[in-house]
């Protein structure tokens, strides 16, 4: 006989209880009434002075139920020779998760990150699979299951460390979440892992550092039946700062002095609070200014602005005093200033309010990297060929002359963008001129009370910006009059926006390598509201971006970013970098890799992740399964139930035992006393 | 104690003890003549002696002995203790003979008898007096059942002392379980203010040597307090206490000359009143 739960037969141990006081000789049933009893103090029970049992009938049904209630908790019952549950049958499916990420650079965490798979891996049997992921800012298959099948049972741990220790960590960010969710899929989606029925099981190698991503993993519905064992590895040195760049501020172009700012933030466990921070030589050997000194508490960050040096902001700054290198160079790439030109025909003047030029000139982006300055032309006379060379945009809102129209196709053709407002049906002229048709079918419109915008083609970079829902309501934006273009006849024109009456309000035509942009009423406040709309100056801006030049060139990115196409670099690695035109840019390290403090695994059960549980035992799943194949042949027999009856019956006796005992006793038990 | 009636009780136990007469340490009204005495102003003109007066020339006033006024008051504990009894009857029982006892034989002598009946405090109060019918009342007062769930051995003595200003005899019956502080002071002041005092300490054999058969649990008859007792294991300390108990009661009595004396209710009660008049005759 076996029992579920042997310790409850220690509750046998209570058979002393009846025992001892069976030996009492204490009959507390007597009650006497005596005069007074202040010179009398209570006497304890005494023994029976020749240890004589009373009642050893009474003592033996007692014992005897104590005994059997013992039994019966204890769950006890046959062991039967039985299969094996299926469980442990089927193999393990094990995915092994190997964080690569920048912070995994840390000094001695990597070799115990491969000592940690190959513990693992010593665990996983003949009958199980394991796949090694590894995992940064993207998921990548070190082996993968079909991989392990494939090989010969007895290379096959061989291979995976193989296949281990010719990774090694990179520069990307965590994405801790992702890489969870993408193994637990891997886990359950597959038709094998369906049709498995052994424990499946991810072993999570990482530093568990509070910077990972979690991503999705708190709306991530995460399956029961995968378990996650986490295995974390620890850094030699607490201390780690880190340092990043953080945006100018908007007027820096017009400070005395240019600085860079950067942020130094310390991690929560560090035991350092002092650190040095200034630009580095290109040859890395020095700093060039004096380093700053900056005090960080753990767990805080402190902003320093630095003096760009005169030979320009693009370099290196490097942070010193920290125990862990990996984060701490930055690289710079500051942008260059641009100057665009817009050249412009109209009959206004630039302080005329009432005129297009007036708030053209404001919408044009005047920022520290891009200055857009207006240059107005003469209607009349073609614009110097430099001059049109030069400009990146051409607005015209009046009639051209022919010459002029001419050199401005030209330049279409060639490939710039040009935008006509005709602020008259006198316009189609040099519509038709810059188009080389014959003629256009431009007339003047006047709705009865105002016209709206009210088929917008949100996919033409004009109107891209507004795309969204919450930018999308154009109605606002009331119409006086308008131009009507019949677009038939002119070859690729598109209208990429219609007025509520079904005419065409902006065009995209097509010349040559160019395009002309046709707005068929203008943004003056006596055509329209659209210039002052909000509208405008992120029209202004896209119509700049499609001229060619981006508004809001970018020379910062972090590791593992996709960069625009012209860079002709990849983000694989921090450093400065030029693309094909031989603009500098600088890729950098995320800022989360940098809080290196581990994170709490309450956290991360709290963000959804399953319940943690370090990785088992071979031991302990020995004993887990004889537990259960103990548990279901107890479930099965259910002696408990025999016995608990048998102990109602054995105290139904005992009570009805001690009820007669008592009955004859009580008689024979008066005592002395007299009551009034 | 197998007779019912209590009045009927104590006149048995007077029977044959008719020759306790007591000399009367008043002088008043009676037909017995002691002595002369030289008249002095003031002196009540009635009891001028005339005929010396015609013989010598002289005034002298007649004196004449007192035989009605002994005052005997008897105060009677009337706590739920006196209630215990193991031979049949109750101490309470056993004590109310007493006085009805000693009540009858005083108004058969033509004295008169008062009682005050207390438990935790003065429950009831007859002056003494020698009246018809008067014996009667006390007998049923006697006979009350038994209150109070303490004993409070000096109240009645303060309020006696309080109610009656006359000197006279008192009788304290009382099993005297119950602290004992400043009984000896109410006696002292009892006895100071003329009363003659005499203590009867009324016990149960029981009470003395807690012959109680099996353990149990044991309820006080007073306090309602319960202990499970043995009182194989708890004799020896208790017959010591309640001895050293007794003896001070008995202390507290002699030092100011009082008459103690302890009856079990097992003894004969005629035993009782005989030594009480032996002691009163030896007074």
Not at chain 2, 92 to 116: E, K, M, P, W
Request: aromatic share 8%.
């Amino acid at each position: 006989m076996n029992f579920l739960s042997p310790l409850f037969l220690l509750g046998a141990l209570a058979v002393a209880g009846p025992v001892l006081f069976h030996l009492i000789r204490r009959t507390t049933r007597h009650r006497a009434l005596f005069s007074s009893l202040m010179f009398l103090s209570p006497s304890p029970p005494r023994l029976t002075e020749r240890s004589q049992f009373e009642h050893l009938l009474l003592l033996i049904l007692r014992c005897l139920a104590l005994g059997l209630l013992a039994l019966g908790f204890a769950r006890p019952f046959w062991r039967q020779a039985s299969a094996p549950p299926a469980a442990a049958a089927a193999g393990r499916r094990v995915v092994i998760l190997l964080d690569v990420s920048a912070s995994m650079r840390r000094t001695g965490l990597w070799p115990q990150a491969q000592d940690r798979v190959a513990s693992i891996l010593r665990t996983v049997g003949p009958a199980d699979q394991a796949a090694i992921l590894t995992f940064g800012r993207r998921l990548t298959p070190l082996l993968s299951f079909e991989a392990w099948e494939a090989a010969p049972v007895s290379a096959r741990t061989d291979l995976a460390l193989r296949r281990v220790a010719a990774a090694a960590p990179g520069w990307e960010e965590a994405h801790l979440g992702d890489a969870l969710i993408s193994a637990a899929e891997l886990l359950t989606d597959g038709a094998a892992d369906r049709a498995s029925s052994g424990p499946r099981q991810i072993y999570l190698i990482s530093d568990l550092k509070a910077g990972a991503q979690l991503g999705g993993l708190p709306a991530y519905d995460w399956p029961k039946m995968v378990e996650l064992a986490l295995e974390p590895v620890k850094a030699n040195h607490p201390t780690n700062a880190g340092i990043q760049l953080i945006a100018e501020s908007p007027d820096a172009d017009q400070q005395a002095s240019p600085s860079v700012r950067v942020r130094v933030s310390n991690a929560a466990d560090s035991t350092r609070e002092q650190f040095q921070v200034g630009w580095a030589l290109a040859n890395g050997s020095g700093n060039r200014p004096a380093p700053t000194d900056i005090y960080v508490p753990p767990g805080q960050s402190r902003v320093v602005a630095l003096p760009v040096p005169p030979g320009g902001g693009t370099g290196k700054i490097v942070l010193t005093g920290d125990q862990e290198s990996f984060d701490n160079t930055l690289y710079v790439a500051v942008p260059q200033k641009q100057h665009w030109t817009v050249l412009y025909w109209g009959a206004d003047q630039a302080g005329d309010v009432r005129g297009p030029r007036y708030f053209l000139e404001r919408a044009l982006p005047q920022n520290p990297h891009l200055a857009v300055t207006l240059s107005a032309a003469s209607p009349d006379q073609p614009a110097p060929p430099a001059d049109l060379a030069a400009a990146k945009l051409y607005f015209a809102t009046g009639a051209l002359s022919a010459a002029a129209a001419d050199a401005l196709r030209a330049e279409l053709l060639r490939g710039k963008l040009m935008v006509l407002a005709p602020p008259s049906a006198a316009a189609a002229v040099t519509l038709a001129r810059l188009l080389a048709v014959p003629t256009v079918g431009l007339t003047d419109a006047v709705p009865a009370d105002y016209a709206m915008l009210g088929e917008i083609d949100f996919h033409h970079p004009l109107f891209s910006p507004f795309a969204d829902p919450h930018y999308s309501d154009f109605t606002k934006i009331h119409i006086w009059k308008y131009r009507r273009l019949q677009l038939r006849g002119i070859a690729g024109a598109r209208a990429v926006a219609r007025f509520d009456r079904g005419d065409p309000a902006v065009v995209d035509i097509p010349v040559g390598q160019g395009r002309l942009i046709v707005f068929l009423t203008g943004w003056n406040p006596s055509d329209s509201q659209l210039a002052i709309s909000s509208k405008f100056v992120p029209m202004v801006a896209a119509l700049l971006d499609l001229a060619g030049g981006k508004t809001d060139a970018t020379t910062q990115f972090t590791v593992g970013d996709a960069l625009p196409a012209g860079f002709g670099a990849d983000s694989s690695s921090p450093g400065l970098y030029a693309t094909k035109a031989g603009a500098a840019f600088a890729v950098n390290l995320a800022a989360s890799e940098s809080r290196t403090e581990p994170r709490v695994a309450d956290e991360l059960e709290r963000y959804g992740a399953p319940g943690i549980k370090r990785a088992p035992d071979p031991a302990q799943v020995k004993e887990q399964a004889a537990r259960l194949l103990a548990a279901d042949a107890e479930g099965r027999q259910k002696w408990w139930r025999w016995i608990l009856g048998a102990t109602f019956l054995v105290l139904l006796l005992e009570s009805a035992l001690a009820g007669w005992t008592a009955r004859r006793v009580a008689p024979a038990a008066s005592m002395g006393g007299i009551s009034s | 104690m197998t007779l019912r009636n209590l009045e009927l009780r104590a006149r048995t136990v007077v029977e044959g003890f008719w020759t306790g007469l007591h000399r009367s340490p008043y002088h008043g009204f009676s037909a017995e003549f002691t002595e002369y005495r030289q008249y002095s102003p003031g002196d009540d003109p009635r009891y001028l002696d005339w005929k010396v007066y015609a013989r010598s020339d002289r005034s002298f006033i007649k004196k004449f002995e007192d035989e009605t006024n002994l005052r005997c008051h008897l105060l009677f504990d009337r706590s739920r203790s006196m209630n215990y009894g193991s031979t049949g009857y109750s101490k309470g029982q056993y004590a109310a003979t007493l006085a009805a006892t000693v009540a009858h034989f005083l108004h058969s002598q033509g004295d008169a008898v008062g009682l005050l009946a207390f438990d935790d405090q003065m429950r009831e109060y007859l002056p003494a007096r020698h009246r018809p019918g008067h014996l009667r009342h006390l007998m049923l007062a006697l006979e009350k059942p038994a209150g109070g769930h303490a004993t409070h051995l000096v109240e009645p003595l303060s309020r006696f002392a309080a109610l009656v200003r006359k000197r006279g005899l008192v009788i304290y019956i009382s099993d005297f379980l119950a602290p004992l502080e400043r009984l000896e002071t109410g006696l002292a002041t009892l006895t100071a203010s003329g009363q003659e005092v005499t203590v009867f300490q009324v016990l149960d054999p029981r009470e003395l040597t807690l012959e109680l058969g099996d353990a149990a649990l044991y309820e006080d008859m007073e306090t309602g307090q319960r202990v499970y007792l043995d009182p194989a294991t708890s004799r020896n300390g208790y017959q010591a206490r309640i001895t050293a108990h007794c003896e001070a009661v008995r202390s507290a009595c002699q030092q100011h000359g009082i008459g103690y004396h302890r009856l079990s209710t097992a003894d004969p009660l005629e035993l009782a009143l005989f030594e009480f008049l032996q002691e009163r005759r030896r007074a």
